[in-house]
């Protein structure tokens, strides 16, 4: 599963342009520089300030996607309320519009159990480069291989975890059913209305940001160069080959491979090529917590509060509690009741809380597509494009394997793994 250093064939002057240094660009760009290619990474404002900057830090392999039966009744309903987990406020936007009668076709449960066999085969993948990566590079980002565990205080909400633990496991991951008592055994912080959950016991959680800093660390010492602020314009094509960018200066940078790794910016450079990808911006919220002094950590297990999709990660003395999606356009407008909704309801699953402190509170903007899987491969009628994009809310988890697929298309003419579920002209 690892990725060799030079192959056979490559080219000492072949040059990658990776656009956007979020995870998913800077672990294109480790994997590209390690195998030998010369790479230089182009990023509009700094590296890992974007959604990698603040997301939950879960590596959740297997987890399901924004697809399910039921999403679309959970959506209308979010018209009228905006502490809803999924919210969609009202506005005239035909590609929004759109795109939510796409996603609405895809809320099926045997488009569900298709994802999970695409996604399932990517996770297995990305668990082992997580693993081999952390060690290899002694990446020093908080990484922590013990699970997370799933919460519920409603017998429906246990119910549905329960079925969704059953497909789950028909992709190959482990899960373990407990009670609320189990739980509170293993996590004392959870309080007497936890009825019961899962342990998702092959997941991880690590910092984010310390990870992509250190990753592009790395892909330093291996000769890729960064330039941020420093934002494309354009992707320079001559005769159905990629050529290299333009940025917004004017500059020509002159490449024979780009990958665009612009997470949910990347709408004006696709639609400029003439490629259809229906990306919108999903906005998600984080607050990071620490007790009152002296007072021991507040969690020491990441979880997951089932009922209203918050992550709870323990990070380097603080709690991280994230979550919420909310298509509202291009904007970091924080919605203030919004974000206090992370930690009100994780006071309806936990002691302790009441003291809190808050040291950060952020949001960030997640790329989704309509069918819930990413687009990863070559972009259709280019030679040398390539379109690493709309991960939702896997970015950190797929991360490795997007890499890995991006650097086998590009330096061996294959991906390493069936990727037809994934090309970006599917729509």
């Known amino acids: 599963m690892g990725d060799s250093v030079f192959p056979a064939g490559h080219r000492p002057d072949f040059h990658a342009v990776v656009v956007g240094a979020g995870v998913i660009g800077i672990c294109c760009a480790y994997v590209l520089a390690r195998r030998g290619a010369r790479v230089t990474v182009l990023e509009r404002g700094e590296i890992g300030r974007g959604a990698s900057y603040g997301n939950s830090g879960a590596v959740a392999i297997g987890h399901t996607p924004i697809n399910k039966p039921g ?15 999924l919210y969609v406020p009202p506005r005239l936007d035909p590609r929004l519009a759109m795109w939510l009668w796409r996603f609405s076709r895809k809320c099926t449960q045997g488009h569900l159990e298709y994802c999970m066999q695409v996604l399932g085969a990517l996770g297995h993948a990305t668990r082992e480069l997580f693993a081999e990566w952390i060690e290899r590079e002694k990446l020093e980002c908080c990484y922590r291989s013990e699970g997370y565990y799933e919460l519920y205080r409603t017998g429906r909400g246990l119910e549905s975890a329960k079925s969704e633990a059953r497909l789950i496991g028909r992709s190959g991951f482990r899960t373990e059913t407990l009670s609320g008592d189990e739980l509170r055994e293993r996590e004392p912080a959870i309080n007497a209305e936890v009825l019961g959950g899962v342990f998702h016991p092959e997941a991880a959680t690590l910092h984010p940001y310390r990870f992509v800093l250190e990753l592009a660390e790395r892909a330093r010492r291996y000769g890729a160069a960064f330039r941020t602020g420093a934002e494309v314009a354009s992707v320079l ?66 979880c997951v509060l089932g009922e209203h999709s918050v ?96 650097a086998g298309c590009i330096l061996d003419g294959a991906p390493g793994m069936d990727i037809a579920a994934l090309r970006p002209e599917r729509f």
């Open 71 to 85: 999403r679309v009744q959970q959506a209308l309903r979010s018209l009228l309320d905006p502490l809803s987990p």
């Open 237 to 302: 094509t001559e005769g159905g080959k990629a050529r290299g960018v333009r940025t917004r200066e004017g500059e020509t940078v002159a490449a024979q491979a780009v990958v665009l790794a612009t997470g949910a910016y990347g709408g004006p450079l696709t639609r400029a090529l003439g490629l259809h990808l229906p990306l919108q911006a999903a906005k998600g919220y984080h607050r990071d917590c620490e007790p009152g002094d002296g007072r021991a950590p507040l969690l020491r297990h990441a």
């Open 311 to 406: 992550f709870c990660s323990p990070m380097d003395g603080f709690v991280r509690f994230a979550g919420t999606m909310e298509f509202s356009g291009i904007n970091h407008e924080i919605r203030r009741r919004r974000l206090e909704q992370l930690t009100n309801a994780a006071k309806r699953f936990f002691h302790g809380l009441e003291d809190i402190k808050f040291r950060s509170e952020w949001c960030g903007l997640r790329p989704c597509l309509p069918d819930g899987l990413p687009a990863v491969g070559p972009a259709s009628g280019y030679e040398g494009l390539f379109i690493a994009t709309g991960h939702a809310m896997l970015g950190l988890t797929l991360g490795p394997v997007t890499a890995r697929i991006i």
